[in-house]
């Protein structure tokens, strides 16, 4: 890459109104790395990091949240990750900016990791820094670290006052770096004013919490969603009470509730590893009567919500990879058309040709193989948020499907986290991802509708089609693709419901040869 | 980057004598990661890894040695880490190439990584990617990961005829990966027939062991030991028994040592850690009759270690960076020579005229409070190696010191793994080492050095001196700097010993902000 750097005593040094931190200036942007934005006692609420004297370094990440169990993806090819070490003190978050003029007031986008409630971080992906997108939309990026899993989300609010919100403490965590943003960024040449929080994964979910969390009006301006919602079942099924477990295993009785404040993590670790190899995962946010309310769809459009801009969407073959499949001879684009018919009859059987004529009608540019590999997960759960929204009346929510088929394996649909590089304008160091002349084509029009998005609550880019809203009238879908292509969503929404209620095996991506040889599982 | 990167089902795969392998071609080069070379039970010598059907992905790294503290360096910013999963089954290596033409026969370059005999891994720092460098010299380049620590250097021999080895269960590993390549490289487009084996800081050390382990004879023929010998001195004092201490702390019988296969990692963590803070770093591989009879100062020079060409060297500045420095005003090239001096008179006292006299008569070139900033951790064992050897009467024994030095705050000595981005040609792309038109310069010095070594036995570089061997007769020593030099290490060494006698408390990075700031530590 042959960067030039700058980082000397002196220089760049930002004076917040905490105290002053000193960063890097790479090839003309600004990165300030591992920035404590908050303390916190284990299960307690986070409080404002204390001002300090002289000059902090600011040039190494932070620790990462513990993770009941670090996984070794085997999606690493496609999904570059960055490990890191892990520590309990981990309220730490990292800007990158074009200057730190506190005149200057930029758009601020704030990111929210994946790893559902349970894993990930800030730096995770190679594709989270934020130094193209700061430099390409002159933007100001933060990215952060916060509490997860059983440090971030176990409900002890039956023990006692002081945990009343332990089952929210990583929301919490959040909250306290949209304050630090708020108190802070000026300094570093960001607009408090305008503020846009956006997150896949789980951090599309840690979005959508922000939405219905009272205490966060006020802290962020525009919303994005990446897939982050999943449908909800009327009526499924609860986990164990997973507070009530812990506890009986660590043989704590309630009178000494406070033991656990000093259990070793590797405590949790273990006992949470035992329940089942997913059962790491089974942590969100918890339900109360203050802090969080619930979805909009258990307890509707919270009221700080419904004058944000929202952007949701999600990706065409989220988990339904079919790289490194050993589903015929891997290569989906190298079927016939008769071929690839007979594998749909036999998977869905009576309901194939309605399925077929549906899909061909949402999507007449794919080929029909394609069917077999459209994500089911997210995309129910994007149309009823689309719907929430429109039907409450509001104008200002934003459809969007990336549907870019990628390289790798001979042509793969878009797969879980595959737009994060083109919205981070890093497409092109993504290995798997590299088109020559057509990356850089999406990822501009990607990333620009994002920070346009930022500057002015609508999303827009030039060589893009106009994105409008969906509205209860105007059912606008936004489709990145080769050649982005803005219509209605109907057709899709027909092929989605019908899919819902002729539910099949999906084919899916064949971990075999890669879990036997790496031991991975796969991360939400 | 922009890489164009091939990864089809049926592209790239070569066909070692175990299997097939399908890795990835980027920007021409063949990459294959994560091969597994051994399998082992805990403390047992490894077993070549079984034969397999069908084809195996090599496209994502393995899983890395359980380490007892993995720290997080307050140094990533100089050294750009990585870390990664680990996992007990740590086998893995690593192999970037040109072509994997079997009749090319490229010389093969095997990496032992640093990190003491306690941890790191073959993917450990940002520089140890072999891409560059394999396209620069047309070279194989290997790196590896093997056992550390508890699991690669614990001594049961006392407990059983099975663990006979188990102090030496990590070098173990390492000549299983030696043998992996005598046997399969060549479907690489190596020669099998011309391996180097180069590593720092602790690698070096690995380096300098196998030189002197009998049964790694004809695995490898030529050696490089970077920052690897720290000089030895007579009646150092022993550390408590390792092997001991943990039995009884887990209450392990030796009638029951078979139950110390089953301990969890964690408890080897806590019970050593509890130790103290660097007693974690307390391994290496253990003295015996047969496998290790101890180093050249020890043992005199092994037979097979003879014939084979050695450099040895370091890096001017090593573990006395003055980067982050608090030392007056942390930036050591704006004092007058004036204000140096009284600081080293300071220091020194009495004998800082010769000191200072030696140095500017050893380092024409440098600043004289430089003096202050002078390695003296591995200088002198590095003298030490480089004597043992042409007192043999041995004439293939090559010096070098790396003593340029790096832009960041102002001008700072070249630090401890300083010169490995100039070896593996990836100066450029970490952040600190960057000068424009300099670096490129000095990495392709740098780099085609250890290239042609590998392939001819002798270093040597368009560009720079001719780089002769230290022998009885003559001390040649090269000095890779913006202007690289060879010459007499005399005047240099004259400064060790009078250094070596005239101890100061170094100078030394002051690193409080940071260590406050992340709770890191050094690493070594």
Redesign the interface.
Known sequence: ?????I???DEPVVSTPNGKLRG?I?DGTYIFR?I?YADARRFHMPTPVKAWE????A?????VCPEIQ???P?D??TVPH????Q?E?CQYLNIWTQSPDPERKRPVLVWLHGGGFATGSGIEHFAYDGENMSRFGDVVVVTLNHRLNVLGFLDLSGYGEEYRYSANAGMADIIEALRWVQKSIEAFGGDPQNVTIFGQSGGGGKVAALLQIPSAAGLFHRAVIQSGIIRERAGKEKGPDMTELLLRKLEITPERIREIEEVPY?RFQQIISDLGPHVFMDFGPGRDDDFYRGSIFEAGICEHAKNIPVIIGNVLGEFCQNF?VTCD???KNSWSEEKAEALIREKLGEPAEEAMELFRKAYPGNRIQDLLFTDRVFRPGTFDYLKARAQAGLKNTYGYMFKMEQP???GTLPWHNAEIPYVFHNA??I??S?I?GI?ELVQTIVCECWCSFAEKGRPGAVGAPVWLPYTQNQHAMMYFDEECEAKSADSEEELVNFMSQHPFKMIQQDRS??AE????GPRV
């Open positions: 890459m042959t960067k030039q750097v980082c000397n005593p890097l790479v591992g404590k002289g000059v902090k370094e040039i190494i990440y932070g620790p670090t996984v070794q085997s690493n090819y960055v490990f890191y070490p520590d003190d590797y490194a001879d891997g290569r790798v394996y001979g092109d160091y290995e798997p590299y020559p990356t040869v890669t040889f790496f031991g991975g």
